[in-house]
């Protein structure tokens, strides 16, 4: 396979990062502001291009108690409209704890170097990337 795009959806903000799942490793790239959803299809088509991504993961929120809320549906919806519209393999994964986990690094991160917020959107697509590529790896 080779380049991958993690995603960490929400409504005003999308985390992204790209990994690779010869190399099973990722890297932080950044936050698209979510104005409009031509905007946001038109913005993943730029990365998929410049990074010749060959797959997309989406974290997929799921409740604690193993249930899906008003905001799993969204993503599913997401999901589908990635599919259709950028004509890519889309894959959902679990991301439960992810922006916990996410949040985690960056008070880590300033502590040491007492810097800003790199941004917990990014970080939480990265975790998410990362715990993919982690089960891929197990499952090969």
């Known amino acids: 396979m080779a380049n991958i795009l993690g995603i960490d959806y929400g409504q005003k903000y999308i985390g992204y990062a790209i990994g690779n799942d010869i190399t099973l490793t990722s890297s932080t790239q950044g936050t698209i502001i979510y104005k409009n959803q031509k905007n946001i299809f038109q913005e993943i ?13 989406l974290g997929l929120p799921i409740n604690m108690d193993d249930s899906e809320s008003e905001m799993s549906k969204e993503v599913r ?29 960056v008070d880590v991160i300033k ?27 197990k499952n090969v």
């Open 77 to 105: 919806s997401f999901q589908r409209k990635i599919k259709k519209s950028l004509n890519i393999d889309c894959k959902l994964h679990d991301e439960r704890l992810s922006s916990f986990e996410a949040k985690q690094q």
């Open 111 to 137: 502590k040491i170097k007492n810097h800003s917020n790199p941004g917990i959107d990014g970080l939480a697509a990265k975790v998410i990337l990362e715990s993919w590529l982690r089960e891929k790896s």
């Open 45 to 57: 088509q730029d990365l998929v291009n410049e990074w010749e991504v060959k797959l997309i993961i």
